[in-house]
């Protein structure tokens, strides 16, 4: 399998070089990058035979079979519908759109073209939610709660690496993503009801800098999520279950009780790496011509619940 990462040098594009270098009979053939100097240099660091600042140069390779997108939040959608047209298997990363149109279109091309599209919801893939869902299936466990913070200090546009962003991020339409598809796909439900409340917008970036939401699936599990770029201390996304048989603390691939004894995870997946095992999951589904946990028609319905909690806003 030949890998094309596009948006290669920034803080989840190098996560994905380092997770694809750990699956045996794959290679990345090609990266993108928007400054070609930075792309250039890291091609060569990492061997990686050709170098490009567009995407569309990329997709007319022979050597590459499919893409993972690692790149602004703002062009997600028209490039993976580009990698699709392509003839590309497509691995979006969070969030495949950043509107509920945009991501109704993905699935639109996906259907009319048939190529493999995937939204990059790692946390369906981290260890510690792996091993809460296993449970859950197995009627071990049945979810009351969700209590979830999600927490950085970016009061300026900055990146996971502490360098200046070429784009603004966003905590609905990236951060709670991850928490609102996570809560869906763990009860098994869609939110029958949603809102949310949002702090005053940042004078410079236009954003909210804090945010609440909640929600509540028709069989009475509810979820509250905390959200910040005001945060100064501990920074990540931490979530509480609270089970009717247990309580479990997830911080990314570690899980602990409600009472900080760590659980082991070793036995639930051949890493303990949740943007290896995404990557893994792409690759095979290609190989094995099937869906993939996480196309972009699953992750839609969390998409039609941000949307309506944006609405909520209002």
Known sequence: MRICVAGAYGAFGIKHLDALAAIDEVTVTSVMGPTKAKIEALAAERGIPHAATTLDE???RDDVDAVILATPTQVHAEQAIACMKAGKPVLIEIPMADSLE???EICRVQKETGVLAMAGQVRRFNPSHQWIHNKVAAGELKIQQMDVQTYFFRRSNMNAKGEPRSWTDHLLWHHACHT?????Y???ETASQAFGLEGPHHPELGIAMDMAIG???????ICTLSLSFNNDGPLG???RYICDNGTYIARYDDLYDGNENPIDLSDVAVSNNGIELIDREFIAAIKEGREPNGTVHDVLDAMRTLDRIEQSFA
Do not use: E
Not at 180 to 184: E, M
């Open 102 to 104: 945009d991501s109704k």
């Open 186 to 188: 763990q009860t098994g």
């Open 215 to 221: 929600m509540k699936t028709p069989s009475g599990a």
């Open 237 to 239: 996304t931490f979530f």
């Open 180 to 184: 609102v598809d996570l809560f869906q």
């Open 58 to 60: 990329c997709l007319a």
